[in-house]
């Protein structure tokens, strides 16, 4: 079957400039993820959804992040005022139930770079 | 806290030898344990996971894992690499409880092989 996709793959933006970012999960996962992927800070999580519930948004490093899930499947995550440092990976993630025992599937990322 | 430590950042094998890559993870509580592979340009992909029971696990493509809680280590091992190898793996951890569900990852080891 179709696994997670996003797009763009790859996003090429000026400074202050407001991007979105769009992932599809696989179909019937009730779980969806966000992830950070840079050269120096490695993996970090951002954003956690689980069905209905508030999403985990603990790992967002400013108010700048945003994400939201509509109609429990897709995603949009969306960097306001975009700085240099957002520079990086994008992953999304999805799984069948959630919480951290469960097996998360990956997309293959929008590589974001700030001018 | 909870973390993943990978210790090597970069390691060099030759072609048809063996492998092990380490993982350390403090957590406290019981561990849900993944590893994780990412050729270039790719996503994630699941190799192993460790949840309970028998602590050798095995995975895909040859590998294998083994969870020592004695020593908070869940290593990576392959009896014999191929060139296809090559490519970063990364050790996590399933975070839980509440509204948690991210797994943490280790800063990767990148796997270069050798003909």
């Known amino acids: 079957g179709a696994g997670v996709s996003q797009s763009p793959s790859n996003k090429v933006t000026e400074k202050g400039k407001d991007v979105e970012l769009r992932c599809d999960p696989i179909s019937g996962h009730t779980a969806l993820y966000w992830y950070r992927q840079s050269l120096g800070q490695g993996l970090e999580f951002l954003i956690y959804f689980q069905g209905n519930s508030a999403p985990d948004k603990s790992g967002l490093p400013s108010d700048r992040f945003s994400a939201e899930r509509t109609g429990g499947s897709v995603s949009t995550l969306t960097i306001q005022r975009t700085q240099q440092e957002d520079s990086a990976v994008y992953l999304c993630?999805?799984?069948?139930?959630?919480?951290?025992?469960?097996?998360?599937?990956f997309g293959p990322g929008t590589r974001l770079t700030v001018l | 806290a909870q973390s993943v430590t990978q210790p090597d950042i970069h390691i060099t094998v030759s072609e048809g030898a063996s492998l092990e890559l380490r993982c350390n993870y403090s957590?406290?509580?019981?561990?849900?344990l993944f590893w994780y592979v990412q050729s270039p340009g790719q996503g994630l992909q699941l190799l192993l996971k460790y949840f309970s029971g028998d602590t050798l696990v095995q995975g895909i493509k040859g590998f294998e894992a083994e969870f020592k809680r004695s020593q908070s280590s869940f290593n990576l091992r392959k009896p014999s690499v191929h060139w296809s190898d090559a490519a970063e793996y990364f050790c996590?951890?399933?975070?839980?409880?509440?509204?948690?569900?991210?797994?943490?990852f280790g800063k990767g080891t990148k796997l270069s092989v050798k003909p």
């Open positions: 996590a951890v399933g975070s839980y409880g509440g509204s948690q569900g991210n797994l943490i």
């Open positions: 957590y406290g509580a019981t561990p849900y």
């Open positions: 993630a999805s799984s069948r139930r959630g919480g951290g025992i469960d097996t998360q599937y």
